[in-house]
């Protein structure tokens, strides 16, 4: 977090951006599968 924050005169803006980590290895094949079907 501090190597993404520590950007100089965008800090301030950056300390406001909402991080998550995604643990699972299928997040983009569900995001796809989950895309697709929407547009299904």
Do not use: Q
């Not at 005169?9 to 300390?15: C, G």
């Amino acid at each position: 977090m501090k190597a993404f924050v520590n950007k100089g005169r965008f800090k301030d803006l950056l300390e406001n951006i909402p991080v998550r980590v995604i643990l699972s290895d299928r997040a983009a094949l569900l995001g796809a599968a989950y895309s697709a079907l929407k547009t299904a």
